[in-house]
């Protein structure tokens, strides 16, 4: 299983989500057709002949957004006990799906849980009636959630382990605060240890709904096919209320101070990672498009922002990324360097951060040039037939369709007096959350020159 608990694609960090930091697809509306079954199951399907296999995906609006407090981590654990309850036998899902040649998995997200195959494309339609048995009927026993607790948990303390995964963790919980919980897609030890049956039977009610789920099938696959299988396979699943309007989500926390995270570990390279909230794609959709416009130029390898960081020689490398999200997006900036330019580095860095509604060495012909080669790379992205399903499953979730439909049109609109805007409204002058991973050395004497600074910028 996989579970996106950190939303960062900066640097290989878990690189697994990075496809969706800052990465969000061009219009290639032409190739998308999608249908509404009665019971409101959207059927969403991309045709791609060019290789004989097909990705068929279940994703349900939901994942650590929809969590109380106390529950981190339950939006896991259905992606894990759902496989199991296959049938009421923890095999036989496996089985299923190795008779259609056949791999599945599942993934939670901020927003989003999915469970999907990706198997033969001749076998897609049997894959849509599979997923059709699995989630709908899905039933949950105690046996199965005391066999499962030990592999999320152990899922858990593997991120745990990996220095940088431990700095994206606390500079989160920072971050976000009160509303963590909401964030937190992996969960912790003592949360989940504390759901129950009783509050997964709930939840799953509530949340797994067909007129809050998306079908999504891509590869070489022809939408009517798909789409007789969706009814075939789906049809009788029942609607029911909104739980978004039954159950809203509380406002996030606002992050209304700077803080510092140090994390001293025995590391070679010292790594700064700066988080920002940023905005929400339901509140303010034309700063997420300015957003990733930023991003394009700043991480243009000839950009003066690279130039002044990188080809100076203070890091080895720089990036950022912002994170669309319905329920605010985190904006982040991540760079690694050598212990000796610890200091020097970092000066630099929150000096070009603070500079960012200026953007006085980037030209429109830098934005333009910086915007189509994106374009360019999510369109190869979805000429992956695996790469495809997914994308198309975040947009749908966090943004809907016509987000999707419309992003390369938007993107292209921006300028720079809307980078400038995003700039002033998210980054320059905001709250922040200043992470550091070091060695001993190098984090005790960051940690007495920060202090020495009195929590402001140092000089």
Known sequence: MTTKAIPLALLGLLLARAPFLCAQQGDRGETVRDTVLENGLRVIVTSNPSVPLATVMLAVRGGAITQDS???????????????????????????????????????????????????????????????????????????????????????????????????????????GRSYYRKDAGGDSTSLRSITIDALQADYQRYYVPNNSALIVTGDVKANDIFGAARSGFGKWKRAADPFVEHPVPEIAPLTQNATVIVSRSVDEVTFLVSFQGPSVTKDPTATYAADALFAVLDEPGSGFQHDLVDSGLFQSVSGGYLTLNHVGPIEFMGTTDPEHA???????????????????????????ATRRRELERALELEDGSGAAPSLAWWWSVAGLDYYRSYAQRLDAQGLKDLRQFSTDYIVGHPRVLGILAPPATAKDLAAWLRQAGGQSPP
């Open 343 to 369: 200091r020097e580095a970092l000066v630099a860095l929150l000096g070009e951060i603070d500079q960012l509604d200026i953007l006085s060495d980037v030209t429109d012909d830098d934005l333009l040039a």
């Open 70 to 176: 106390g529950q981190d981590g339950m939006a896991h654990l259905f992606e894990h006990l759902i496989f199991r309850s296959f049938h009421g036998d923890a095999s036989a899902f496996a089985m299923e799906a190795g008779l259609l040649n056949g791999n599945y998995n599942g993934t939670t997200h901020e927003e989003l849980v999915t469970y999907y195959l990706e198997l033969p494309s001749n076998q897609a339609s049997k894959g849509v009636k599979l997923l059709g048995q699995l989630v709908p009927e899905a039933k949950f026993q105690w046996k199965d959630l005391a066999a499962e607790l030990p592999v999320v948990e152990d899922e858990i303390h593997r991120g745990e382990a990996e220095p940088r995964g431990q700095l994206a963790a606390q500079v989160d919980r920072r971050l976000w």
